[in-house]
């Protein structure tokens, strides 16, 4: 089944604690990005990748680093946790194709104490 | 600032009747619009697209108008189904940032039996 699988589904930390959400896609595509979404504000860019080892910032990049070693995969990093990165956090995927939207994953929902 | 706005938080329908669900943007470098449809507890799902170079795209029961003049698009689905209520986020892309997509903050659409 073609899909972009992100773990763990739920996460709480405490401020401060380095953690890493994974997140792999079997489509073989090209594009991989992070979203969070917050109440009221809708899903805003974190960073996405072009292809291996081609990343860029989005909207939102701070706190936050990812990395593109292999093409199916797209971690997430925080490198020191902050109560303001409590969110639901997506990760996606798509084709090079214009018009074919991303894919998402399930969502992994953080909680930073 | 919110380039993608959808007004409306939420939304009841009878089914079998037509659910219209709205989003204005203030960007005139969007090149293509994408409605997504989101479950509790699952990632958004890619529903329909549009380019900027037409004003109506239809697939089955959902049908997306864009009025560039505007800066509106909306979705039709026509007839309503249960199954059909969930979270419906409009999404655009700019040509000059083709990596992301700028989404509304969505709108919770109820089909009522």
């Known amino acids: 089944e073609a899909q972009v699988t992100q773990n763990p589904r739920y996460l709480i930390t405490v401020t401060g604690k380095k953690l890493t959400v994974t997140c792999s896609q079997n489509?073989?595509?090209?594009?991989m990005s992070w979203y969070r979404q917050d109440p009221g504000l809708g899903l805003r860019q974190i960073y996405y990748?072009?292809?291996?080892?081609?990343?860029d910032k989005g909207d939102v990049p701070e706190g936050y680093k990812v990395s593109r070693k292999e093409k199916r995969n797209f971690p997430l990093i925080l490198e020191s946790p902050s109560p303001n990165q409590t969110s639901l956090y997506f990760c996606?995927?798509?084709?090079?194709?214009?018009?074919?939207?991303?894919?998402f994953g399930s969502g992994t929902r953080l909680t930073v104490v | 600032d919110q380039q993608v706005k959808q007004n409306s938080p939420s939304l009841s329908v009878q089914e079998g009747r037509i659910s219209i669900l709205n989003c204005d943007y203030t960007?005139?470098?969007?090149?293509?619009f994408l409605w997504y449809k989101k479950y509790p507890a699952e990632g958004p799902t890619f529903l329909i697209s549009?380019?900027?170079?037409?004003d109506k795209n239809e697939d089955g029961r959902f049908t997306v108008f864009l009025n560039k003049s505007a800066k509106h698009l909306s979705l039709h689905i026509v007839p309503s189904q249960p199954g059909d209520s969930a979270v419906y986020f409009c999404?655009?892309?700019?040509?000059?940032?083709?990596?992301?997509?700028?989404f509304g903050t969505g709108t919770r659409l109820t089909v009522i039996p």
């Open positions: 549009i380019s900027s170079i037409k």
């Open positions: 960007n005139s470098m969007f090149d293509y």
């Open positions: 489509m073989n595509h090209e594009y």
């Open positions: 996606a995927s798509r084709t090079g194709l214009a018009n074919y939207g991303y894919t």
């Open positions: 999404a655009a892309r700019s040509q000059t940032g083709a990596n992301n997509l700028f």
């Open positions: 990748s072009m292809n291996v080892e081609v990343t």
